[in-house]
């Protein structure tokens, strides 16, 4: 990887420019490394690492977020099918991350690289410090040498802080990483306008998700061994590409020539500045517990993404919810156009409403004294459709 260094690129335009990447996230998808009945393909891990290897070695850093531990481990416990109890998910996850890993292992050890494995929950890159941690463990590996190998950390992960699926978990690791590029790999070669065998054309270039509205992206988990879909791709493409990070979605059968910057799949282009994993998070993925509807003044303060919320600008509040917990924020209308971590309970906020810092420390004691929302813990989102 020394080569990289050479490397300048920091905004890539097209998916020409691909090969003049610094850093590139990778995933991969479960069904384009394990077989239908279960166990990994070492055809296909092969093709995989035998494409990204000389993309290594052509000087672009890779990180590579795979899927598959849960599929690899279904076949050594004797399961027909993937486990729909978390329980067994996770049994599966800490079968066969191990028996994934030692392949990668030996196979990238062929191109004279190493791999070390980085597993992840969302709480993970939302807390600040395991934020930093991540950050510092991946960049280290790279620095010295090591290709990263991510994955959710299925085996201990909870639904409660699970990101769903390993696109978005893909996403999240890009913008944690300031990658110039996302790519995800699946068993579908692009996103179509219509259902290819109904006469559906490739869509090769998406500038905006509103023009993905009239377009049927199937329903999450219709693949067998995975848990996404097209629709979890597209809306991971469509997160990244939003917060500034351009994304290609294609097949892992067109990996190579993906790598190598030739037309193939649906190029997410890249809209409005970098964020944060974090910001990412809280604006897209976090779980929701209520919401806070705000006067028109407060609205204005808050859009402008430089100050926190105050109870005096907040009019009501709805749902159930504890201090930590993420909340949409509002204007009178109820479309949500921000998210982000309240300091206050649902039960404490109703009679701080509409009333002054200065006011609630009076009334209410010393620790009323903090915002609502710190403007740290707070992130403006943009309808992914």
């Given at each position: 990887?020394?080569?990289?260094?050479t490397?300048?690129?920091?905004?890539?335009?097209?998916?020409?420019?691909?090969?003049?990447?610094r850093?590139?996230?990778?995933?991969?998808?479960?069904?384009?490394?394990?077989?239908?009945?279960?166990?990994?393909s070492?055809?296909?891990?092969?093709?995989?690492?035998?494409?990204?290897?000389?993309?290594?070695?052509?000087?672009?850093?890779?990180?590579?977020v795979?899927?598959?531990?849960?599929?690899?481990?279904?076949?050594?416990?004797?399961?027909?099918?993937?486990?729909?109890?978390?329980a067994t998910?996770?049994?599966?996850?800490?079968?066969?991350?191990?028996?994934?890993?030692?392949?990668?292992?030996?196979l990238?050890?062929?191109?004279?690289?190493?791999v070390?494995?980085?597993?992840?929950?969302?709480?993970?890159?939302?807390?600040?410090?395991?934020?930093?941690?991540?950050?510092?463990?991946?960049?280290?590996l790279?620095?010295?040498g090591?290709?990263?190998?991510?994955?959710?950390?299925?085996?201990?992960?909870?639904?409660?802080?699970?990101?769903?699926?390993?696109?978005?978990?893909?996403?999240?690791?890009?913008?944690?990483?300031?990658?110039?590029?996302?790519?995800?790999?699946?068993?579908?070669?692009?996103?179509?306008?219509?259902?290819?065998?109904?006469?559906?054309?490739?869509?090769?270039?998406?500038?905006?998700?509103?023009?993905?509205?009239?377009?049927?992206?199937?329903?999450?988990?219709?693949?067998?061994?995975?848990?996404?879909g097209?629709?979890?791709?597209?809306?991971?493409?469509?997160m990244?590409?939003?917060?500034?990070?351009?994304?290609?979605?294609?097949?892992?059968?067109?990996a190579?020539?993906?790598?190598?910057?030739?037309?193939?799949?649906?190029?997410?282009?890249?809209?409005?500045?970098?964020?944060?994993?974090?910001?990412?998070w809280?604006?897209?993925?976090?779980?929701?517990?209520?919401?806070?509807?705000?006067?028109?003044?407060?609205?204005?303060?808050?859009?402008?993404?430089?100050?926190?919320?105050?109870?005096?600008?907040?009019?009501?509040?709805?749902?159930?919810?504890?201090p930590?917990?993420?909340?949409?924020?509002?204007?009178?209308?109820?479309?949500?156009?921000?998210?982000?971590?309240?300091?206050?309970?649902?039960?404490?906020?109703?009679?701080?409403?509409?009333?002054?810092t200065?006011?609630?420390?009076?009334?209410?004691?010393?620790?009323?004294?903090?915002?609502?929302?710190?403007v740290?813990?707070?992130?403006?989102?943009?309808?992914?459709?």
């Amino acid at each position: 990887m020394s080569e990289s260094a050479t490397k300048t690129i920091s905004a890539i335009a097209s998916p020409h420019e691909l090969p003049d990447a610094r850093r590139l996230v990778v995933k991969v998808g479960s069904s384009s490394l394990t077989t239908v009945s279960g166990g990994i393909s070492h055809e296909r891990l092969k093709f995989l690492v035998d494409t990204l290897a000389e993309t290594v070695n052509n000087g672009t850093e890779v990180i590579l977020v795979s899927s598959g531990a849960i599929a690899a481990g279904l076949a050594p416990l004797g399961l027909p099918k993937r486990p729909k109890d978390l329980a067994t998910q996770q049994a599966a996850a800490a079968v066969g991350q191990g028996l994934l890993l030692a392949q990668y292992t030996q196979l990238f050890e062929e191109h004279d690289l190493r791999v070390g494995q980085v597993l992840l929950t969302a709480d993970d890159l939302m807390r600040r410090s395991s934020y930093t941690n991540a950050l510092r463990s991946l960049v280290r590996l790279l620095n010295l040498g090591v290709l990263p190998i991510v994955n959710e950390n299925d085996a201990v992960a909870t639904r409660e802080i699970r990101f769903g699926d390993n696109d978005r978990l893909a996403s999240l690791v890009a913008h944690l990483v300031k990658a110039d590029a996302l790519l995800l790999f699946s068993d579908v070669d692009s996103v179509y306008d219509a259902h290819p065998e109904e006469g559906g054309s490739r869509i090769t270039t998406i500038e905006h998700p509103d023009e993905l509205e009239a377009v049927d992206l199937g329903t999450p988990g219709a693949a067998g061994v995975g848990t996404g879909g097209m629709i979890t791709k597209v809306d991971a493409a469509t997160m990244s590409s939003s917060a500034g990070i351009p994304t290609l979605v294609t097949s892992t059968d067109n990996a190579a020539k993906a790598l190598r910057g030739e037309d193939v799949g649906t190029w997410f282009a890249a809209r409005n500045s970098r964020r944060s994993a974090r910001d990412v998070w809280l604006a897209y993925l976090a779980s929701i517990e209520g919401r806070l509807i705000l006067d028109e003044g407060a609205v204005q303060a808050i859009s402008r993404g430089t100050n926190s919320l105050l109870a005096a600008g907040i009019i009501d509040v709805e749902g159930a919810f504890e201090p930590g917990d993420a909340v949409e924020i509002c204007g009178s209308d109820r479309v949500p156009f921000a998210r982000g971590l309240v300091n206050y309970s649902s039960e404490e906020l109703p009679e701080m409403l509409g009333q002054n810092t200065g006011d609630l420390v009076e009334q209410l004691g010393e620790g009323y004294d903090k915002s609502v929302v710190h403007v740290d813990d707070l992130a403006l989102i943009e309808p992914i459709f």
